[in-house]
């Protein structure tokens, strides 16, 4: 028997009882002839103690930081108790020991605060792994694993694998590709998501499928992105919008109770896409605070059908304002308080490139009634009082103006509501805050190619009510400045996102069953009947067999992880992950492969 009991689980009720424990050693502190040492396994730190008998032995065999010790001895009662660890109470006096392993000196300290840098800690991941905090990670990967799995199996989900060297499933993202060897010339693709795979699976009749399963997109990696990551895939048959919504909103507030303890007993809330625009400025919006985005000017041309107020902001001969194409607000509760340094500061803030605006305005709506602001010259005091009104600025407010191209400047003033609400302490980490952002554009415009694009994936369908609009109208686009009074523009989608705290965690959609339909959303891609029957003769194919109506979502697994455990990085949540440039530091990967590689998959290099 290798070991009687983990280092985690003595207790003073064992006191007595001789053990046999197994692991690392953490630390080895010595006084006079007595030797101290933490052993440590996955399970916890136990403290081990060499009398004055065992000296000699152990200047013969010297132990050292991460040795694999194996120990056998008593459980005794500690003189000297240590209360923050589980086996505080109690050591173990050590009657025999073997070194069953040793080790260098570690490149970093595996302790909870490591010495060590990211990209060392990366490249000896194996050891970063051995420490608590990114163990306590991993198991809230599995708790939320587990936890996602039990809901699934107990309403009549089925775990189906599906293939990862396929053709290609456009998701918006390039492929990996790996060549064939026993085809020369040709290549898979890795999966981007098994999307068409579990819509085939419905038209077999498996109407509840999932899989906790990795895609694979060939990204530019934006921060904290990985080119391999996981999904909670679902699929079901014979459903609508609503018992998707229903079911998946079920799972996340299933995860939150076993992973979080925390009921989350509300509705969860919901918002139509062009709200999301309009009230915060993206589509995923962080509805822990208020604080929404208001819209004093907006281009004609712009998606949203909403009014705005640009008569109150036009013509005072300010030229920012009368030649921007969008003025937004934001009113700051009690930020009539702020200093000339702490506006200097945002306005440094809002000029940074990653923001990209010019300037900052403010009207500050005093205590006592009064508006001062730093458009003054242009706005007379009733203006900027009714500007104030449509603000919705109270008595020791401020309101905070951008102004600029309409994407842009909407942009930035999401990011400065993020940015406020982060400084007003209005996002707290241990409140979760659920929504459903609703009716999507079903296509956007791509002005490279002057052609629609699906705006979540080619097999999303249209609203029911907008699929005459769909089918009756010429998707080309004769007018390109014009493109959003195509009446494709309009038309929106049966989709839906999930968004946490900001974040989004699963996106979804009713799919088109139907083979006309999706040969018509094909073609409003631009691709021809060729290519639709090239790339995805497959599934139009089996669209003529009785394909049933069908819809699923996939949720961000590592992104689920990261937001419950309370971390920026998602890196921290995957056991092996890959750094910013998609490398795996650990293994050297990407890397070149040798000419006889090569020769067998009929490939040549060619660097220019
Ligand atoms: N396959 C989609 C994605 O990866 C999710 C879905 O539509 O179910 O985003």
Known sequence: MFRSHTCGELRMSHVGSVVTLAGWIQTIRKFGAITFVDLRDRYGITQLVFNESLSGQLDNNPLGREFVLQVNGKVIERSNKNASIPTGDIEIEIQSFSILNKSVTPPFTIQDDTDGGDDLRMKFRYLDLRRNPVKKNLELRYAVNRSARNYLHEHQFMDIETPFLIKSTPEGARDFVVPSRMNAGQFYALPQSPQTFKQLLMVSGYDRYYQVVKCFRDEDLRADRQPEFTQIDCEMSFVEQEDILDMFEGLIKRIFKDVKGVEYTDQVERMTWEDAMWQYGNDKPDIRFGMQIHTLKKPASVYYNKTDQSALINDAGFAVFDGAESVLAITVPSGAAYTRKQLDELTEWVKRPQIGMKGLAYIRHNEDGTVKSSIDKFYSEERLKKIAETTKANKGDIILILAGAEERTRKAMSEL???????????????????????????????????????????????????????????????????????????????????????????????????????????????????????????????????????GIAFGFDRLCAILGGSESIRDFIAFPKNNSGRDVMLDAPSSIDDVQLNELNLKINLS
């Open 417 to 551: 509501r993020l940015e406020l609400g982060e400084q007003l302490g209005l996002r707290k980490k241990d409140e979760f805050k659920l929504l459903w952002v609703l009716d999507f554009p079903l296509f956007e415009y791509s002005e490279d190619d002057n052609r629609w694009v699906a705006r979540h994936h080619p097999f999303t369908s249209p609203k029911p009510s907008q699929i005459s609009t769909m089918i009756e109208n010429d998707p080309a686009i004769k007018d390109a400045a014009n493109y959003l009074s195509h009446p494709y523009a309009q038309i929106k989608a049966n989709a839906y996102d999930m968004v946490l705290n900001g974040n989004e965690i699963g996106g979804g959609s009713i799919r088109i069953y139907q083979r006309e339909l999706q040969e018509k959303m094909f073609e409003a891609l631009g691709m021809s009947k060729e290519e639709a029957l090239h790339k995805f003769g497959f599934l139009l194919g089996a669209f003529e067999y009785g394909a049933p109506p069908h819809g």
